[in-house]
């Protein structure tokens, strides 16, 4: 590992959340997340090139801020959808797609680009235990900067094709497409010593979850009746992707009319 990541780890703490976060994650009622122990994860790490960086099989770019990582198509149709991206260990029975890459590697490449986490979407605990509607007040310099969009990118037929994750889900009630609202980089938490996110291998939720790394920030992410995997747009099931992150780019106003003389 280059000497400078070295510094720069030792520095920051890279493989850790806010352990201010220190709370229980939100969960399915019946879907407990799972109890079992995280062994310490030393990620193997090398230069690319200039601007590229590996970690596993995880690949960050520094001047895109740009993460690209394997994945494959979980879920191709009928199953209402809670998250979007889970481990392979985690969820996968509700989840549209599923990785190997350990939740940690995906976080080290955030911090790594400088994404600071928005706690926006983690929700607040009373002292029994018991969760509440209170979310952290955030400011919107945090709030921008912590907002990512998700593509995938896929080989069909000798051509590589892409799209917006969203294009893959559609509302169970409408049968429209997901809207293309951002996605929320919020880093997880640590509760009984354990970072969440590799605990319960929940990586990207649509139904909000302090464990997950990423979170939905549109309508219904409080709903776990709504999402689906979009008929006839999803590949089949075991198809091999590669997710792409990279920052949320806030789709161009429509021009105004120019006004008559």
């Known amino acids: 590992m280059p000497r400078g990541f070295l510094l720069f780890f030792a520095a920051t703490g890279l493989l850790s959340a806010d ?64 998250f979007a991206i889970v481990h392979a260990k985690g969820k996968v029975h509700e989840s549209l797609l599923l990785t190997e890459v350990p939740p940690t590697y995906l976080n080290l490449a955030f911090k790594l680009l400088r994404y600071e986490g928005s706690p926006e979407f983690y929700a607040a605990y009373e002292e029994d235990g018991s969760i509440t509607n209170r979310y952290p007040v955030v400011k919107e310099e945090v709030k921008a900067a ?28 409408t049968g429209q497409a997901m809207p293309a609202d951002p996605w929320v980089y919020g880093g997880s938490i640590f509760y009984d010593n ?46 091999k992707v590669t997710v792409i992150i990279s920052p949320y780019k806030k789709p161009a106003e429509p021009a105004k009319p120019a006004e008559k003389k």
């Open 146 to 173: 912590n907002r990512i969009e998700m593509s995938v990118e896929w080989e069909d037929q000798g051509k590589t094709r892409t799209a917006k994750i969203n294009e893959w889900i559609s509302n169970a009630s």
């Open 19 to 82: 352990p201010a976060k220190d709370q229980a994650p939100v969960e399915p009622s019946t879907l407990p997340a799972p109890d079992q122990p995280v062994a310490e994860n030393k990620p193997p790490i090398k230069e690319l090139d200039a601007d590229r960086v590996q970690i596993g099989d995880v690949i960050l770019n520094k001047k895109t801020r740009e993460i690209r990582f394997p994945a494959a198509v979980n879920m191709a149709n009928g199953e209402l959808l809670e």
């Open 194 to 239: 354990k970072y969440q996110a590799e605990a319960t291998g929940d990586i990207s939720a649509i139904f909000l979850s302090n464990a997950a790394l990423i979170n939905f920030s549109g309508k219904d992410n409080n709903s776990d009746e709504v999402w689906l995997p979009f008929p006839k747009r999803v590949p089949p099931e075991g198809t």
